[in-house]
Protein backbone atom coordinates (compact mmCIF):
# COMPACT_ATOMS: atom_id res chain seq x y z
CA UNK A 1 0.00 0.00 0.00
CA UNK A 2 1.50 3.09 -0.84
CA UNK A 3 1.59 6.32 1.29
CA UNK A 4 -1.53 8.00 -0.80
CA UNK A 5 -3.50 5.01 0.14
CA UNK A 6 -2.74 4.55 3.85
CA UNK A 7 -3.76 8.20 3.70
CA UNK A 8 -7.16 7.81 2.30
CA UNK A 9 -7.92 4.27 4.01
CA UNK A 10 -6.77 5.04 7.24
CA UNK A 11 -9.93 5.36 8.86
CA UNK A 12 -11.65 2.66 6.55
CA UNK A 13 -12.79 0.02 9.53
CA UNK A 14 -12.19 -2.84 7.64
CA UNK A 15 -8.18 -1.20 7.53
CA UNK A 16 -8.16 -0.83 11.17
CA UNK A 17 -9.76 -4.01 12.10
CA UNK A 18 -7.42 -5.71 9.47
CA UNK A 19 -4.61 -3.79 11.47
CA UNK A 20 -6.06 -4.37 15.30
CA UNK A 21 -6.59 -8.31 14.15
CA UNK A 22 -3.59 -9.31 11.82
CA UNK A 23 -0.90 -6.75 13.25
CA UNK A 24 1.37 -7.64 15.56
CA UNK A 25 1.12 -5.09 18.85
CA UNK A 26 4.36 -3.95 19.90
CA UNK A 27 3.37 -1.75 22.68
CA UNK A 28 1.47 1.33 24.04
CA UNK A 29 2.04 4.77 25.43
CA UNK A 30 -0.04 7.05 26.97
CA UNK A 31 -0.53 10.95 25.56
CA UNK A 32 -2.63 13.23 27.56
CA UNK A 33 -6.28 11.52 26.99
CA UNK A 34 -5.22 8.65 24.61
CA UNK A 35 -3.65 5.55 24.39
CA UNK A 36 -1.61 4.91 21.58
CA UNK A 37 -0.95 1.54 20.50
CA UNK A 38 2.27 0.33 17.94
CA UNK A 39 1.34 -2.20 15.85
CA UNK A 40 3.23 -3.92 12.74
CA UNK A 41 1.25 -4.63 9.86
CA UNK A 42 2.02 -5.19 6.27
CA UNK A 43 5.60 -4.51 6.91
CA UNK A 44 4.67 -1.07 8.53
CA UNK A 45 4.51 0.53 12.07
CA UNK A 46 0.94 1.98 12.64
CA UNK A 47 0.11 3.83 15.81
CA UNK A 48 -3.86 4.18 16.55
CA UNK A 49 -4.65 6.41 19.12
CA UNK A 50 -7.45 5.27 21.24
CA UNK A 51 -9.49 8.72 23.38
CA UNK A 52 -9.57 6.88 26.14
CA UNK A 53 -12.43 9.48 27.83
CA UNK A 54 -14.92 9.40 24.75
CA UNK A 55 -13.58 5.32 24.09
CA UNK A 56 -13.07 6.06 20.76
CA UNK A 57 -10.54 6.23 17.74
CA UNK A 58 -9.42 9.17 17.09
CA UNK A 59 -6.33 9.00 14.81
CA UNK A 60 -4.56 5.77 12.62
CA UNK A 61 -1.19 7.05 11.84
CA UNK A 62 1.81 5.32 10.15
CA UNK A 63 4.87 6.11 11.53
CA UNK A 64 8.29 6.39 9.60
CA UNK A 65 9.80 8.62 11.66
CA UNK A 66 12.68 7.02 14.04
CA UNK A 67 12.09 9.94 16.83
CA UNK A 68 8.43 8.54 17.26
CA UNK A 69 9.35 4.54 17.46
CA UNK A 70 11.53 6.13 19.87
CA UNK A 71 9.32 6.68 22.17
CA UNK A 72 8.70 2.48 22.75
CA UNK A 73 10.83 1.03 24.76
CA UNK A 74 10.82 -2.31 22.54
CA UNK A 75 12.87 -4.68 20.27
CA UNK A 76 11.02 -3.23 16.54
CA UNK A 77 10.91 -6.06 13.77
CA UNK A 78 12.99 -5.40 10.41
CA UNK A 79 11.47 -5.64 7.67
Given amino acids: MSRDDFSKNHF ?3 FILN ?3 EGENLGSRI ?3 YTVQLYFYDKK ?3 IWYHQY ?4 DRVV ?3 DDAVLDL ?3 KLPEF
Fill in 72 to 74: YEI
Fill in 62 to 64: EID
Fill in 45 to 47: YIE
Fill in 12 to 14: NLT
Fill in 31 to 33: FLF
Fill in 19 to 21: VLN
Fill in 54 to 57: DRRI
